[in-house]
């Protein structure tokens, strides 16, 4: 099995642009999870989707923030515009529904730098 | 709310040595407990889990037991090794609450010398 798939590995962008984060879960995964994780904060849900449908955005931090899943092997996650605050690692994860949901495969994140 | 809190590190330990990283939850009702690492470069991925007060988990010569009436889940090795450098997370899903999902504490870095 290929994993949880995040794109790009690393983003450099500068303040006020527009970044989109891409992922591709495990094939068969029922939930898809987004986290930031910060020095100061540690690792933070940011919103997850059950069957590609969001359940709860409520870590999301504000209004720039924005997350899609179109289908079941793609989910992208936007920031516009973003903010030097925005840095951190990106981690989107997938599970199996029930008490599979114990276990989240995590891809190996976006370090995203916004100057 | 739900919450789970770990030792602040780095820990840093020569091999061989014994490894203890503190872990304590607050949750209502019953909680699964369970101990993620992640590598350098890499996410987090799932080392090992206890379901019910008592229960030991276990993985890789990693160990931890659910204690209720300490609300603990401490992790232990007996003898770590340089391959062991990691980040570890201490996290539990409370069935009734945080609707099912994962809550991580800060993680504690674990850096091992040769």
């Known amino acids: 099995d290929a994993g949880v798939i995040q794109s790009p590995r690393h983003e450099v962008t500068e303040m006020g642009q527009e970044v989109t984060l891409r992922c591709k879960p495990i094939s068969g995964h029922d939930y898809l999870f987004w986290y930031r994780q910060t020095m100061m904060r540690g690792l933070e849900l940011l919103i997850y989707f059950n069957n590609n449908v969001p359940i709860d955005d409520s870590g999301m931090p504000e209004d720039r923030f924005s997350a899609k899943m179109p289908n079941a092997s793609f989910s992208t996650l936007k920031i516009q515009p973003s903010e030097p605050r925005d840095s951190a690692v990106y981690f989107c994860a997938s599970s199996l529904a029930g008490d599979h949901r114990d276990t989240q495969y995590f891809g190996p994140g976006t370090r995203l730098t916004v100057l | 709310g739900d919450s789970v809190t770990q030792m602040e590190g780095p820990v840093t330990l020569s091999e061989e040595a014994f490894l203890t990283i503190n872990c304590t939850y607050t949750?209502?009702?019953?909680?699964?407990l369970f101990w993620y690492v992640q590598y350098p470069g890499e996410g987090l991925q799932l080392l090992l889990k206890a379901t019910k007060a008592d229960d030991k988990g276990s993985n890789k010569g990693f160990e931890a037991t659910y204690r209720k009436e300490t609300t603990s889940f401490h992790l232990e090795k007996g003898s770590v090794q340089v391959s062991d450098s990691a980040v570890y997370f201490c996290?539990?899903?409370?069935?009734?609450?945080?609707?099912?999902?994962?809550?991580f504490g800060k993680g504690t870095k674990l850096s091992v010398k040769p």
């Open positions: 949750a209502t009702g019953y909680p699964s």
């Open positions: 996290a539990l899903r409370n069935y009734g609450g945080s609707q099912g999902n994962l809550i």
